[in-house]
């Protein structure tokens, strides 16, 4: 059977640094669309992942971004979403 793989969008805040994950879609150029559109000029990295749980994308990211740093701390920040983004979009512009 073969596996199934979901585009996810990643990107941080230019002022915090606060790490952002967001689904992005069933196709690479679906979450390309997507990111531009949300993430309007800020980068951001289409990650594809086999799986479109939420919870389940933030742990696969927090370890990538465990083995890749060996930073405890920066693997365990808090992720923002959907949600997150548009609350800061309403308090300012991204």
């Known amino acids: 059977m073969e596996s199934r ?14 790490p952002f994950l967001v689904w992005g879609g069933l196709t690479e150029e679906e979450a390309r669309q997507k990111g531009l559109e949300i993430f309007g000029g800020v980068d ?6 086999k799986t479109r749980d939420l ?7 927090k ?3 465990l083995e890749r ?15 997150s983004i548009k609350r800061l979009r309403h308090k300012r512009t991204w």
């Not at 951001?44 to 992942?49: A, E, P, Q, Y």
């Open 5 to 18: 793989y979901y585009f996810w969008l990643m990107s941080s805040e230019p002022e915090t640094d606060k």
């Open 55 to 61: 919870a389940k994308a933030s742990q696969i990211v």
């Open 63 to 65: 370890y990538g971004t």
């Open 69 to 83: 740093t060996h930073s405890l701390k920066s693997a365990s920040k808090r992720s923002g979403h959907d949600r």
């Open 44 to 49: 951001f990295v289409i990650k594809r992942l």
